[in-house]
């Protein structure tokens, strides 16, 4: 059988830098070299060797809906909120209550809010 692990995601957006600040910003992901090309195309890691592409299509029309999402996960998920309270980036439940947090069935809290160009991402508190 085939063994994989996880590598790396990318998302299509209109402006790499404005994306790669919100990342930042929001998440302090530190920025690696792309070494696949000499693309604008920049590269944060997300920890343990993952990493996150954000590649610039300007002229792009990026489709979303709230299923399609992806999602982190925090060990201090309070200190997330008060994070983007504080960066005014308005979160909700998964039903769209906005400033709620929904609690799963087995007891995991999440939020969800949007990127600059409103692909959905989830924070929850399941942590290992």
């Known amino acids: 059988m085939h063994q994989f692990s996880f590598n790396h995601f990318a998302l299509s957006v209109r402006d790499v830098n404005r994306s790669f600040d919100f990342y930042q910003k929001v998440f302090q992901f530190k920025e690696i070299e792309?070494?696949?090309?000499?693309?604008?195309?920049?590269?944060?890691?997300?920890?343990?060797?993952?990493?996150?592409h954000l590649i610039p299509r300007p002229d792009a029309e990026i489709k979303t809906n709230k299923a399609v999402h992806f999602?982190?996960?925090?060990a201090n998920f309070e200190s997330v909120i008060e994070h983007l309270?504080?960066?005014?980036?308005?979160?909700?439940?998964?039903?769209?209550?906005?400033?709620?947090?929904?609690?799963?069935?087995?007891?995991?809290?999440?939020?969800?809010f949007q990127d600059p160009d409103f692909y959905w991402i989830e924070i929850n508190n399941d942590i290992p």
């Open 34 to 52: 792309n070494t696949a090309s000499n693309s604008r195309t920049r590269w944060l890691s997300i920890g343990e060797g993952r990493q996150f």
């Open 71 to 74: 999602a982190f996960s925090a």
């Open 85 to 112: 309270n504080a960066l005014k980036i308005p979160y909700s439940d998964w039903l769209g209550t906005p400033e709620k947090n929904y609690v799963r069935d087995d007891g995991i809290k999440q939020i969800y």
